[in-house]
């Protein structure tokens, strides 16, 4: 059985940097096809992808975000860390990590990340 | 980037009814894209991907076509359990949501 929690801080103050863990279980990061991502969502907002680290180690980042973000593993302890540096009023939000697996299409052969199974969010107020 | 645009952004419907939300890719994404629910306070939850195939579980009055740039997504008698946001997601490069349906109670 997949599971992810999210943990960190739930207030932080404008220019801070914000560190939030994803700890998971039922799945290993160590493996290829396996990956973690991380969404979030404004107050009554739509969702934005921001990060996905995957078993090997690759890492994607939003274009518009990717200069403020950092996203590592720990594949012995089953975590993935998600670092979001300057933080702005307009990043408060509820932050989603989520498992993601290789969807494979089998006619052309091509996969993608699919994240399939979700944390339960955290809800991150950035307020001086 | 690539930019998904959804449509409608709500919807009014009653229980029974046939329900389509449609979603548009500014560039092409074969079909590499999926649909979530989500419910208040609640962690979107995967209904359909590659453009047409269900997850495990879900129930098979929603279904889902489309490739290239248009999408959507089907709920043939809507239920009670179905009154939620809906996103469509791209997966092909990097990852884009929707801008999200909120289907109501009519």
């Known amino acids: 059985q997949i599971t992810l929690k999210e943990s960190g801080p739930t207030l932080v103050k404008p220019t801070q940097t914000l560190t939030l863990t994803c700890t998971f279980s039922g799945f290993s990061l160590k493996t290829s096809g396996v990956g973690v991502g991380w969404i979030r969502q404004p107050p009554g907002k739509a969702l934005e992808w921001l990060a996905l680290i995957s078993g090997t180690d690759d890492r994607r980042y939003s274009p518009s975000l990717k200069s403020r973000l950092t996203i590592t593993k720990d594949t012995y302890r089953n975590w993935v860390v998600l670092s979001l540096t300057s933080m702005d009023p307009v990043d408060t939000g509820t932050y989603f990590c989520?498992?993601?697996?290789?969807?494979?299409?089998?006619?052309?052969?091509?996969?993608?990340?699919?994240?399939?199974?979700w944390g339960q969010g955290i809800l991150v107020t950035v307020s001086s | 980037d690539i930019q998904m645009t959804q449509s409608p952004s709500f919807l009014s419907a009653s229980v029974g009814d046939r329900v389509t939300i449609t979603c548009r890719a500014s560039?092409?994404?074969?079909?590499?894209l999926a649909w979530y629910q989500q419910k208040p306070g609640k962690a979107p939850t995967l209904l359909i991907y590659q453009s047409s195939t269900l997850e495990t579980g879900v129930p098979s009055r929603f279904s889902g076509s489309g490739s290239g740039t248009e999408f959507t997504l089907t709920i043939s008698g809507l239920q009670p359990d179905d009154f939620a946001t809906y996103y469509c997601?791209?997966?092909?490069?990097?990852?884009?949501f929707g801008g999200g349906t909120k289907v109501e109670i009519k």
């Open positions: 997601q791209q997966y092909y490069s990097f990852s884009t």
């Open positions: 989520a498992h993601t697996r290789r969807d494979y299409d089998v006619v052309t052969g091509d996969y993608n990340p699919l994240y399939d199974y």
């Open positions: 560039q092409s994404i074969s079909v590499w």
